[in-house]
């Protein structure tokens, strides 16, 4: 155990979770800065863009994240005109979003940097051991804890 780190925090699956999660974003948004786009952000953009004009309850649902949070998170991005939102023209009751040209370019430059990010992460932790976290992580999003989903 680090010094650093407080004795009872080890005990705590949740409090070493975000402690790890705090200093890996850190990380990432350190080799993403010369973007202008925080870590959080391009893996939006990137969602939004493989997701084919996703619906954004779609999106809050993958992200286990409500519709007001999500709605907070792209308010920049729609802002800096990096994203749009529509109406879907068969159900005007949900909204999708999708990317703007200018949208694109930006997803584009922050991947390039993103691959260092990932490349370098990779290197440190090694590469099987990145794998296998990423895996159990996935494992652990997917898991009932027995809680309402967050609210739409």
């Excluded at 109406?87 to 370019?105: A, E, N, Y």
């Excluded at 976290?133 to 652990?140: S, T, Y």
């Amino acid at each position: 155990m680090p010094k650093a780190t407080l004795p009872g925090l080890t005990l705590c699956s949740n409090a070493m979770l975000r402690r790890a999660t705090r200093k890996l974003g850190q990380f990432y948004d350190y080799v993403l800065a010369p973007s202008g786009l925080k870590a959080t952000q391009q893996g939006l953009l990137y969602q939004i863009h493989i997701g084919d004009e996703p619906a954004m309850g779609d999106i809050a649902a993958a992200l286990v994240m409500d519709l007001s949070a999500l709605g907070h998170t792209l308010k920049p991005l729609i802002r800096d005109g990096y994203l749009e939102t529509f109406t879907d023209p068969d159900d005007r009751r949900i909204k999708r979003v999708r990317l703007t040209p200018q949208g694109l370019i930006k997803l584009d430059e922050a991947m390039k940097l993103w691959r260092v990010a990932q490349q370098r992460f990779e290197d440190i932790v090694g590469k099987e051991q990145a794998a296998r976290l990423r895996a159990a992580l996935d494992d652990i999003a997917a898991l009932d804890f027995g809680i309402p989903p967050a609210a739409p």
